[in-house]
């Protein structure tokens, strides 16, 4: 036995692997790179050990580790794919329009501005294709929270587009 | 198979439930403490225990009578051969640490067709104790159909 100060969290970390898997299939669809985060997310936990502060949840910080990592990878292959656009061979059949650009543009300033909980649950919502349902309960917020949120989200993104109020 | 892991580090139990799946074998757990092992054992069919000896909380070994009860052998997984030595006669046997989820993955797969009747030999670092797999089948009740039949019949 090596009871150190971190054995109960190591334990909990353990016995936390299935529903981090659960809520990485919600987030990825595809079973082998949801397992690539939830081994990164691990990874993370278990070298910052430390930093996790007693008497919080641990629940609640292994779900973010992984939330952030599966977020920031999801945005990583947007902009690689948006520069891989703009960099590509030029297509006059289908070369977006000067304004179209400016559009979309528009559309990523306006996404960036929302309240960070709303922009990443409008962001895993659209991305991932999940439902209420599986968004509330991987994230363990009431179905009523997600759907509201959501609404929020979508309103302010109006909102902003129409040249209306700021958040 | 169903497979239950008792494994205390995070990283390692991934690696075996990434590799056992893989496999098309069932992990049951993971689980980090013997009460939680022992809960498992007590509510899920399991067919085959994989035990870790030095939890930072508990001693692996303490799962046994309740893998015994349940009318499951069990393997250390350990980086404490010399623990599970002292125990072997109620192991199937020992595969030290460091080991990779593949072999983990590789010794259920000899495990499984021990058990159906193969004369396989077990994978090299693999120390057998205690019961051979023939007689491992004769006293358990897993392993009873073969790995490629049992999708037909359902386990």
Redesign the interface.
């Known amino acids: 036995?090596?009871?150190?100060p971190?054995?109960?969290l190591?334990?909990?970390?353990?016995?936390l692997?299935?529903r981090l898997r659960r809520y990485a299939r919600v987030l990825v669809r595809d079973a082998d790179r949801a397992?690539e985060f939830?081994?990164e997310a691990?990874?993370r936990?278990?070298a910052r050990i430390d930093q996790f502060q007693p008497g919080t949840d641990l629940r609640a910080w292994l779900f973010t580790i992984l939330h952030n990592l599966v977020v920031s990878s999801f945005r990583r292959d947007k902009h690689r794919a948006l520069l891989a656009e703009r960099q590509g061979p030029p297509n006059n059949a289908t070369m977006p329009r000067q304004e179209d650009w400016a559009a979309l543009r528009q559309v990523e300033t306006a996404i960036q501005r929302l309240d960070p909980r709303y922009r990443d649950l409008l962001f895993l919502a659209t991305i991932t294709g999940a439902s209420y349902e599986e968004l509330a309960r991987e994230l363990s917020i009431p179905i009523g929270t997600v759907r509201s949120r959501l609404n929020r989200a979508r309103s302010h993104l109006k909102r902003q587009l129409e040249g209306g109020a700021h958040d | 198979m169903r497979v239950l892991i008792l494994e205390h580090d995070p990283l390692c139990a991934f690696d075996f439930i990434a590799a056992l799946e893989a496999h098309g074998h069932e992990v049951i757990g993971p689980a980090a403490r013997v009460s939680v092992g022992a809960r498992l054992l007590r509510r899920r069919r399991v067919d085959l225990a994989l035990i870790d000896l030095r939890l930072g909380l508990d001693r692996g070994l303490d799962l046994i009578p309740h893998a015994e009860s349940a009318g499951v052998r069990c393997i250390a997984i350990t980086g404490s051969p010399l623990e599970a030595k002292a125990a072997s006669d109620r192991l199937v046997g020992c595969m030290p640490k460091p080991v990779s989820g593949e072999q983990v993955a590789a010794l259920v797969n000899w495990y499984e067709d021990a058990c159906a009747g193969s004369n396989k030999a077990p994978p090299s670092t693999f120390m057998s104790f205690g019961a051979s797999p023939p007689q491992v089948r004769a006293q358990s009740r897993a392993c009873t159909m073969p790995r490629r039949l049992r999708s037909s019949f359902g386990r």
């Open positions: 036995m090596t009871d150190t971190n054995s109960h190591m334990a909990e970390i353990v016995e692997i299935p397992d939830v081994q691990l990874v936990a278990v």
